[in-house]
């Protein structure tokens, strides 16, 4: 204890603390992290690596970055929660830079992503009651096969992972599953005049990257709109850069990265931002809409003790200008073209890898083997052995989601590594 005390932990020590007092509700890689700054992380022995995650791509600004810790730092001396029984005099502030960023009328800030999904769902659920007319307790609201949304008991009722539902019911009723990347099951589940929502990600992370058609989401909020039903697009971890545009759903317009301020895009209904709204230097969140919609939120009805305080405001505002500083979806977009490319050769030469997707800086390899094998578990160990953290997500799938900081020398040395390692497992 002494030793612990005095922070002289090695990584095998710190990993038995978390095995003995810690949940068990994650397993996670065994490398004990440190110390990070940009694209790089340093374990307790001070060996450094790559950061092929960004903690979910909460991280998409960078480990520690200098303008986010600085409006932290520089906030938390001053003031850091007052609730919302009173006004603060940062959260003004941050809802009119938020609203303007994004194009919205009004935000309401939460902490974590699943938190902000939970709030657009009930959202959603009051204006098809106050709005669209449908009869009490009867809106439904349609969902995607391989979703990830957060893990509260409400989301995970719409959860189609065993693990996440299993002896955890009773489950919350009013949402219907329709396959991923389906707009003939949409147009079909959309017939019920009941549906009062489309809740969506743009791109499945968790699933695997799983990416659909370049016109799904244009497609699908055309046909929202036409039933009068809310788009409600959960870029928890697609946005803020991460695909190569500012938002995933600006995905197909072709502005290379560049029309984040242009009306050329699916504007969702109800955008749910989470991770990367503070750079992951703190739990920020955002659910984003119009005033129609927005406004069927009355005093009381709904909040967070910590939504919207001081210190999360002064962080989101840093690290959205970090985002247009830095150029990040621009930077985002030409690394991951040149990343998808690089991949895409192992793809044709080696029977190791049978696939490379994505957009952006968020990609998956698929790994040539049965989806419970370890392979890909295996070959993340590897990673971590040469210097590059990775996680398997869905089995036989590998994430790879850097820091969008990363500059192309960087890139090109752990595709390097990324390359070299997956070859030893090649079988002859
Ligand atoms: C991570 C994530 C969430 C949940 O965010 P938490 O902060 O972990 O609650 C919700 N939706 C998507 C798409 C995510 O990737």
Not at 94 to 123: D, Q, R, W
Not at 374 to 395: D, Q, R, Y
Not at 397 to 423: G, S
Request: charged share 20%; hydrophobic share 40%.
């Amino acid at each position: 204890m002494a030793e612990v005390m005095e922070g002289k932990l090695n990584s095998a020590q710190a990993m038995e603390l978390e095995n003995k007092y810690g949940a068990h509700n994650y397993h996670p890689l065994p490398v004990v992290l440190d110390r990070g700054e940009g694209v790089y992380v340093w374990d307790l022995e001070g060996k450094k690596y790559y950061d092929f995650l960004s903690a979910y791509s909460a991280v998409n600004q960078g480990h520690c970055h200098p303008h986010i810790v600085g409006a932290m730092k520089a906030q938390a001396e001053k003031l850091c929660l007052t609730s919302r029984a009173f006004y603060n005099s940062v959260l003004g502030k941050y809802e009119k830079y938020i609203t303007e960023y994004f194009g919205f009328e009004k935000v309401l800030p939460m902490n974590s992503g699943a938190e902000a999904v939970e709030t657009a769902i009930k959202i959603c659920r009051k204006w098809a009651y106050e709005k669209k007319g449908v009869a009490a307790d009867q809106a439904k609201i349609i969902v995607c096969g391989e979703n990830f949304h957060g893990r509260t008991t409400t989301i995970v009722s719409f959860s189609s992972d065993s693990d996440a539902r299993n002896n955890f019911g009773p489950f919350t009723g009013g949402f219907e599953s329709i396959p991923y990347n389906d707009l003939n099951a949409l147009e079909a589940a959309l017939q019920d005049p009941n549906v009062a929502g489309f809740l969506v990600e743009p791109i499945q992370g968790e699933a695997g990257v799983n990416t659909p058609a370049d016109d799904f989401i244009q497609k699908a909020g055309a046909l929202c709109k036409s039933k009068n039903v809310l788009l409600i697009a959960d870029e928890v971890q697609t946005g803020i850069a991460r695909t190569g545009s500012l938002l995933a759903v600006c995905g197909n317009c072709n502005c290379q990265g560049n029309c984040e301020r242009q009306a050329t895009y699916t504007k969702p209904d109800i955008l749910i931002l989470g991770k990367a709204l503070s750079g992951g230097s703190y739990p920020v969140s955002a659910v984003l809409a119009d005033d129609e919609v927005m406004m069927v939120i009355k005093p009381g009805e709904h909040g967070s003790t910590f939504g919207g305080n001081p210190i999360a405001g002064e962080v989101a505002i840093a690290a959205l200008e970090v985002v247009d500083n830095e150029r990040l979806a621009q930077n985002a977009r030409k690394m991951g073209e040149l990343f998808r490319t690089e991949m895409q050769k192992m793809v044709d030469t080696t029977s190791i890898v049978s696939l490379v997707r994505g957009r952006g800086l968020l990609n998956a390899v698929v790994i040539n083997d049965t989806p419970d094998s370890k392979t890909a578990w295996n070959i993340c160990v590897a990673l971590k052995e040469n210097g590059l953290l990775a996680k398997p997500t869905h089995g036989n799938i590998i994430r790879f989601a850097p820091p969008l900081v990363m500059n192309e020398e960087q890139l090109l040395d752990c595709v390097r590594i990324i390359k070299e390692t997956i070859l030893t497992f090649e079988k002859a």
